[in-house]
T-cell receptor, first 108, second 117 residues
């Protein structure tokens, strides 16, 4: 299996910062993607990392350590609309393999 | 460009019937993927095409499932003799092959939800 591990659920407060971690097997890996999925909707692309380090994109940042098989997604200035599932997806070959996702609930 | 389109959005069928889903990818995308997603799980890879060639199929895909992309544009996914365990959201995604490794960003359609009674 792909052994992609993410927390199942997280809760955070509006305006706060939250970090969603992901660990995965590194064999045959060629990039790490993060997707957001609202209930009943399709996953939408957030960010990806090919090289180690931090990629920043507005309120969202993603970090990758290839040697450790570790990534995180950082969401800043949380808004209620950020309540969704966040899917970690290592790329292997020409396809993405998705984790089960982290259900984030943003509260007032 | 209207993105990735899937049809039908919802399908309810009786066990044993055949169903077919259609996907129209983003027009300039040469890769097309089918995924399946059940409640509380992430999307599970089924198969993918580069142009009209089916390059990979998941070992989880039984012989009741068949996918085609005859002209390298739209694709169909057929499930024969449906079973209750086939109930899921079937997601189609497309991407544009880029030489740089790791830049294969998938754009998903809204999905076709199948309920097998």
């Amino acid at each position: 299996g792909q052994n992609i591990d993410q927390p199942t659920e997280m809760t955070a407060t509006e305006g706060a910062i939250v970090q969603i971690n992901c660990t995965y097997q590194t064999s045959g890996f060629n990039g790490l993607f993060w997707y957001q999925q609202h209930a009943g909707e399709a996953p939408t692309f957030l960010s990806y990392n090919v090289l180690d380090g931090l990629e920043e994109k507005g309120r969202f940042s993603s970090f990758l350590s290839r040697s450790k098989g570790y990534s995180y997604l950082l969401l800043k200035e949380l808004q209620m609309k950020d309540s969704a599932s966040y899917l970690c997806a290592p790329g292997r070959g020409n396809k993405l393999t998705f984790g089960t996702g982290t259900q984030l609930k943003v509260e007032l | 460009d209207t993105g990735v389109s899937q049809d039908p959005r919802h399908k309810i069928t009786k066990r044993g019937q055949n169903v077919t889903f259609r996907c129209d990818p983003i027009s300039e995308h040469n890769r097309l993927y089918w995924y399946r997603q059940t409640l509380g799980q992430g999307p599970e890879f089924l198969t993918y095409f580069q142009n009209e060639a089916q390059l990979e199929k998941s070992r989880l895909l039984s012989d009741r499932f068949s996918a085609e992309r005859p002209k390298g544009s739209f694709s169909t996914l057929e499930i024969q003799r449906t079973e209750q365990g086939d109930s899921a959201m079937y997601l189609c995604a497309s991407s544009l092959e880029i030489a740089r490794a790791g830049a294969n960003v998938l754009t998903f359609g809204a999905g076709s939800r199948l309920t097998v009674l």
